[in-house]
C-alpha cells in the first residue's frame, strides 16, 4: 500500500486542539464553532469596528481640548456608550481571535509551502493590528493615553537611529496641541485601513476564503459585545496631569500588555522581544519545511478545459488557458505549481477520472503522480478482491483525517487518500457495482478539512450538488459519510460497526457490469 | 462531533458566549497595572543639548586660504564636531544620575540628547545638577532645588542653555 503522502499533525497540542474543536462542535455544530471560523470572526470584529468607529468618528472632536471632552461627553449618553463599547471590545475580540487563529494554522502545520503567503501577511498584519488598536487609545487623550504615548515613545527613543528623543514631546502638555490630535485621527483612520487592505492581501492565495461567519454565530458574537457594552460600559480615566503618574493603569491586556513588558523588562529588550517573535513567526515556512509533495500535473490528452478543476481548487493553483494544441474544447488546465498544495481535489473533480474507463492505460486530465488515478483503482481492486464474508465494506479515507488503516479486516477493506476531495463519486459506484456491500467516505471534520474544501466538495458530489456527482442509480442506503477529524479514530470506528449493522439488514448486492459503454468513453476528454 | 438536543446545545452556547464575553471584559481593564511602587515619585532627566564644538574657532593662515578657491576663502573655520554632555544628578547627596550622552548624528555635529526615569521615595529631596558641555569637560553648569514629591509626583529635571540652564519641573 501507498504510504501517507505527509505524515499528519500527530503533536499532542494540535490533538487536544482538535479536541476542543470537536466538542464545541457538538454546542454550536461545526458551522457556527467559532474555533473553525476564528478568521471570518476576525473578520466580523472588524466590520464591528469599523461601524462602531464611523460612529464615534462623527462625534469625535480632533482637537487637544475637545478630544477628551468629546470622548467623556459620548460616553455619557446610551448610544455613545454603546459604540464605544462595541468599538472596545471588538478590538479586543479581534486580539484573541487572532491569536488563536494563529496557534490554530500553527499547530496544524499550515503555514509551509504555497501557503507561506499566507503566513507571512499574516504575522505582518498583527503589526497593523497593534498600531491600530494602540493608536485608539492615544485619541481618548486621558491619563491611560498619556501613559501610553510615554511609554511607546520611550519604546521608540530605544531605536538608535535618529538621536531623538520623541519622549520629550509628552512630557508635558506643550506638545499636545491642535494638529497632534488630527494626526493622530488620521493615522487611527489610515492604519485600521491599511489593515484592511493586508487582510485582502491575506486570503488572496486562496478561493472561497472564510470571511463571513455563520448567521448563528455572527449573531452570538454580536449580541456578546452588545452584552458585554452594556454591563460593562468603557469609560475614561481623568485628563492628563503631566506632573503626576497615576497610582494604577487599567491596562488593556490585550492591546497594551506590551507597555508592561516594556516596565519589566526594557525598551531594547521589548524590541528585541519583538524582532525575535515577528522574524522568527515569518521565517517559519523556511525554518520548518515539509518534504515537498509532487504537484498536479495536467494531462492535455485528456483535459478538454472543463474548468471543475479550476471551480474546485481551494487555492487557486489551476488555471485554464485557450487550447493552443489545435485539439478541440474550451481550454487546457494549467497547474500553478508555486500554488498547489498537492491536495489531490483537482483530480476528484476532472470527469475523465472514472475507474469505469477502459483505456489501456488509465490516464485523467488532470491527476496526482504520487497518487494517480490508475494506482488508486489498482488499490481499490486489489482490495475489493480480499475482502470476505458479509458485509463487504469499502472505506475510502484521508491522510490528514482518522487513521483508516486499524480499520481493516476481513470483510472491510480501506482506502486512504491525500485528501477526501481526491474521490471521483465515480469510485463509489464502482466499488459497488463490483460487489462490496457498502461504501463509507470519510475525512476531516466538517468545515475543518486540512485542505480547507475537499470533504465540503465531496459531501457536494455524493448529494448531487456539485459535478461531477455520483450517479443518481447508487443506492444512497449503501453509502455512508462520516466526518471524523484525526483524534477521532474511535468515532468512525463506532459509525463503521453502525454502517456494518445497517448494510447486513440490507440483501447482499451481487457484481455487476462495471464498464461504460464505449461510446460515453469516447465522450470524455 | 454529534451535535447535543437543542435543548441542551442553546444553553451551552450562552455559557460559551458569556465566558468569552467575561474574557473580553475582564482583561480588558483588569488587573490593574501598578505603574508606580506605593510611597514613590518618579523623577525624570530630559534634555536635548547642543554642545560646544571639540576644539576652538581658529583662523586660517594665509597659506592655507591661498590654496583654497576664491569662493571658498572663509578666514574663521571651525570643528563640525560636538562635544559630548556630561551630567550628573545627586539626590540628597547621593548619586542619581551620571551620564555622559554623545552628539547625534554622523558627523557628531547634533545634540546630545538625554531621557532617563527612576522611582525615588516620596518626600522632600535636594536635587543637585551639574553638566559639562565643553572640551575640557569642566562642569559649567550647576544647579540645586529642593523639592516636596508626593507620591505619584513626577519631577522632570530638564536643561536649557538658552533660559539659563537647568529647569527643575515639578
Known amino acids: 500500500m501507498r504510504a501517507m503522502s505527509t505524515a499528519p499533525p500527530s503533536r499532542i497540542a494540535w490533538r487536544a486542539w482538535e479536541r476542543a474543536e470537536g466538542a464545541l462542535d457538538a454546542a454550536f455544530g461545526p458551522r457556527a464553532n467559532p474555533l473553525r471560523h476564528l478568521g471570518a470572526l476576525g473578520f466580523l470584529f472588524f466590520w464591528t469596528m469599523l461601524a462602531s468607529g464611523l460612529y464615534l468618528y462623527v462625534v469625535f472632536e480632533g482637537t487637544a481640548a475637545g478630544a477628551y471632552r468629546s470622548i467623556d461627553a459620548l460616553s455619557a449618553t446610551a448610544a455613545g456608550s454603546l459604540a464605544r463599547g462595541l468599538h472596545r471590545y471588538a478590538a479586543d475580540g479581534f486580539v484573541v481571535v487572532t491569536a488563536l487563529h494563529l496557534v490554530r494554522e500553527l499547530l496544524a502545520g499550515r503555514f509551509t509551502g504555497p501557503r507561506w503567503f499566507a503566513w507571512v501577511t499574516g504575522v505582518v498584519l498583527i503589526w497593523f493590528l497593534y498600531a491600530s488598536g494602540i493608536g485608539g487609545y492615544w485619541l481618548v487623550g486621558d491619563q491611560l493615553a498619556q501613559w501610553s504615548l510615554i511609554a511607546t515613545a520611550e519604546w521608540f527613543d530605544a531605536l538608535p537611529l535618529f538621536g531623538l528623543t520623541a519622549v520629550r514631546n509628552f512630557l508635558s502638555g506643550g506638545q499636545m496641541t491642535d494638529r497632534f490630535y488630527a494626526l493622530l485621527a488620521f493615522l487611527h483612520v489610515a492604519i485600521p485601513l491599511t489593515l484592511l487592505f493586508g487582510m485582502w492581501l491575506h486570503i488572496q492565495r486562496v478561493t472561497r476564503p472564510d470571511v463571513a461567519p455563520a448567521r448563528a454565530l455572527t449573531l452570538g458574537t454580536l449580541a456578546t459585545l452588545v452584552g458585554l457594552a452594556l454591563v460593562k460600559p468603557v469609560t475614561s480615566m481623568p485628563p492628563p496631569d503631566y506632573g503626576a503618574v497615576p497610582a494604577a493603569i487599567p491596562v488593556d491586556w490585550y492591546l497594551l500588555f506590551v507597555h508592561p513588558l516594556m516596565e519589566a523588562t526594557s525598551p531594547a529588550a521589548l524590541w528585541a522581544i519583538a524582532a525575535v517573535v515577528t522574524f522568527g513567526l515569518a521565517a517559519l515556512p523556511w525554518l520548518v519545511r515539509a518534504r515537498r509533495e509532487p504537484v498536479a500535473t495536467v494531462d492535455p490528452l485528456n483535459c478538454n478545459g472543463c474548468g471543475r478543476c479550476f471551480a474546485d481548487c481551494p487555492f487557486g493553483a489551476v488555471v485554464v488557458e485557450p487550447r493552443t494544441d489545435g485539439r478541440r474544447g474550451p481550454g487546457l488546465a494549467r497547474v500553478l505549481p508555486d500554488l498547489c498544495t498537492s491536495c489531490g481535489i483537482c483530480a476528484g473533480a476532472c470527469p475523465s477520472s472514472t475507474p469505469f474507463r477502459t483505456v489501456a492505460e488509465l490516464v485523467t486530465g488532470i491527476d496526482m503522480p504520487q497518487l494517480p488515478l490508475a494506482a488508486m483503482r489498482g488499490e481499490t481492486e486489489r482490495v475489493l478482491a480480499g475482502l470476505e464474508g458479509r458485509p463487504r465494506v469499502l472505506v475510502f479515507g484521508c491522510d490528514r483525517a482518522a487513521d483508516v488503516g486499524s480499520l481493516a479486516r476481513a470483510d472491510t477493506g480501506v482506502v486512504s487518500l491525500l485528501c477526501t476531495g481526491q474521490l471521483p463519486p465515480s469510485f463509489i459506484d464502482y466499488v459497488l457495482r463490483s460487489g462490496a456491500d457498502g461504501v463509507l467516505v470519510t475525512g476531516c471534520a466538517e468545515d475543518g478539512c486540512y485542505y480547507r474544501h475537499g470533504n465540503t466538495w465531496m459531501a457536494q458530489r455524493i448529494a448531487g450538488e456539485r459535478e461531477p456527482h455520483l450517479r443518481v442509480s447508487v443506492p444512497r442506503e449503501r453509502v455512508r459519510v462520516v466526518w471524523a477529524a484525526a483524534g477521532e479514530r474511535a468515532r468512525l470506528a463506532a459509525a463503521l460497526d453502525g454502517f456494518r449493522r445497517a448494510l447486513a439488514a440490507l440483501p447482499p448486492v451481487e457484481p455487476r457490469a462495471r464498464t461504460r459503454p464505449k461510446r460515453k468513453e469516447a465522450a470524455i476528454g | ?170
Open chain 2, 1 to 170: 462531533m454529534t451535535q447535543w438536543p437543542a435543548a441542551l446545545r442553546y444553553p451551552a452556547q450562552a455559557v460559551l458566549y458569556v465566558a468569552f464575553g467575561a474574557a473580553v471584559g475582564y482583561f480588558s481593564s483588569y488587573p490593574v497595572f501598578q505603574v508606580l511602587p506605593p510611597d514613590t515619585a518618579l523623577v525624570r532627566l530630559s534634555f536635548s543639548h547642543g554642545a560646544q564644538p571639540v576644539a576652538p574657532c581658529r583662523e586660517r593662515t594665509e597659506e592655507e586660504l591661498a590654496k583654497l578657491a576664491p569662493n571658498m576663502r572663509v578666514k574663521i573655520v571651525c570643528p563640525r564636531e560636538r562635544s559630548p554632555v556630561k551630567v550628573e544628578i545627586e539626590m540628597d547627596g547621593a548619586p542619581l544620575y551620571a551620564i555622559t550622552a554623545h552628539p547625534a548624528g554622523l558627523k557628531r555635529d547634533g545634540a546630545a540628547t538625554v531621557y532617563r526615569r527612576a522611582p525615588v521615595p516620596a518626600g522632600r529631596h535636594t536635587f543637585k545638577a551639574r553638566l559639562a558641555d565643553g572640551p575640557a569637560g569642566e562642569f559649567t553648569y550647576a544647579a540645586e532645588r529642593t523639592v516636596d514629591l508626593a507620591p505619584g509626583k513626577v519631577l522632570v529635571i530638564d536643561f536649557n542653555a538658552g533660559k539659563g540652564g537647568f529647569l527643575f519641573v515639578d
